[in-house]
């Protein structure tokens, strides 16, 4: 009786820390761990079959998250494609504005922080004064900056700093002109030419694997080209800078 006792015992509390994997195992899942997995070792019966469904379960969702994210990412490469074609022809219309570069950049800076708090990136905003004007066209300078934040998020080396500064000079036309420069370091090594860079489907390294359609810069480049600015990178190790240079619009 003793010994049957204690195989019943040792049944029951199998039992039970089986179904506790399983509830657990549940709500790790339903938290939004799809990758969790409930260890089926030491499992017999009804929990054994519960915690294959569960794992099951747990595998189409993980496959129809996948499926979802190949779509967004096949969806952003046309839209990405498109715009950039459209660019590059000339095929775009802009809607001259006066735009208030310092006041884009907070924003921008603010709309970015918690991606950048993602990745411990620090970005340090410089600038000479509170205002500085260019002539642009809305959607399209903020299209410009976002690809280059963007830029900074996917490939920039985490823990460090991130350096914006904007500043005001007198061309050799005696022209006066905004230039804002950029600067991360990179996580990976940079081994093509910056000229590569805003070529199409160019990231920068072989070794790359994040996602994006590689069409970021080539963007940025176009529409700042067609906003009457210039557009630069320049890479020292893994110093990874950007300048534009616009006309700076003198106020009246």
Same mark, same amino acid.
């Given at each position: 009786?003793?010994?049957?006792?204690?195989?019943?015992? !040792?049944?029951? !509390?199998?039992?039970?820390?089986? $179904?506790?994997?399983?509830?657990?195992?549940?709500?790790?899942?339903?938290?939004?761990?799809?990758?969790?997995?409930?260890?089926?070792?030491?499992?017999?019966?009804?929990?054994?079959?519960?915690?294959?469904?569960?794992?099951?379960?747990?595998?189409?969702? $993980?496959?129809?998250?996948?499926? &979802?994210?190949?779509?967004?990412?096949?969806?952003?490469?046309?839209?990405?494609?498109?715009?950039?074609?459209?660019?590059?022809?000339?095929?775009?219309?802009?809607?001259?504005?006066?735009?208030?570069?310092?006041?884009?950049?907070?924003?921008?800076?603010?709309?970015?922080?918690?991606?950048?708090?993602?990745?411990?990136? !620090?970005?340090?905003?410089?600038?000479?004064?509170?205002?500085?004007?260019?002539?642009?066209?809305? &959607?399209?300078?903020?299209?410009?900056?976002?690809?280059?934040?963007?830029?900074?998020?996917?490939?920039?080396?985490?823990?460090?700093?991130?350096?914006?500064?904007?500043?005001?000079?007198?061309?050799?036309?005696?022209?006066?002109?905004?230039? #804002?420069?950029?600067?991360?370091?990179?996580?990976?090594?940079?081994?093509?030419?910056?000229?590569?860079?805003?070529? $199409?489907?160019?990231?920068?390294?072989?070794?790359?694997?994040?996602?994006?359609?590689?069409?970021?810069?080539?963007?940025? =480049?176009?529409?700042?080209?067609?906003?009457?600015?210039?557009?630069?990178?320049?890479?020292?190790?893994?110093?990874?800078?950007?300048? #534009?240079?616009?006309?700076?619009?003198?106020? =009246?």
């Amino acid at each position: 009786l003793l010994t049957v006792d204690g195989i019943v015992a !040792y049944l029951l !509390y199998n039992s039970a820390v089986s $179904r506790q994997k399983i509830l657990e195992g549940i709500e790790l899942i339903c938290e939004g761990d799809i990758s969790h997995q409930v260890k089926e070792e030491g499992m017999r019966g009804d929990e054994l079959v519960l915690a294959r469904a569960v794992n099951s379960i747990g595998d189409s969702v $993980r496959a129809a998250v996948e499926t &979802r994210m190949q779509d967004e990412r096949l969806k952003q490469l046309t839209d990405d494609l498109v715009e950039a074609s459209k660019i590059s022809s000339g095929n775009i219309v802009l809607h001259w504005e006066k735009i208030n570069l310092v006041e884009l950049l907070n924003q921008t800076i603010g709309e970015f922080s918690e991606k950048f708090e993602e990745k411990s990136l !620090y970005p340090v905003f410089r600038t000479t004064k509170n205002f500085m004007f260019i002539e642009a066209d809305s &959607r399209s300078i903020w299209r410009v900056i976002e690809n280059l934040f963007n830029n900074i998020f996917k490939y920039a080396l985490a823990g460090t700093r991130v350096y914006i500064d904007l500043a005001s000079f007198k061309g050799e036309d005696e022209a006066r002109h905004v230039v #804002l420069s950029i600067k991360n370091i990179s996580a990976q090594p940079l081994k093509v030419n910056p000229s590569e860079l805003t070529e $199409r489907f160019i990231r920068g390294d072989e070794s790359r694997t994040t996602e994006g359609s590689g069409l970021g810069l080539s963007i940025a =480049k176009n529409l700042t080209e067609a906003q009457k600015g210039a557009f630069e990178i320049v890479m020292d190790g893994d110093l990874f800078k950007v300048n #534009l240079v616009f006309p700076l619009l003198e106020e =009246k």
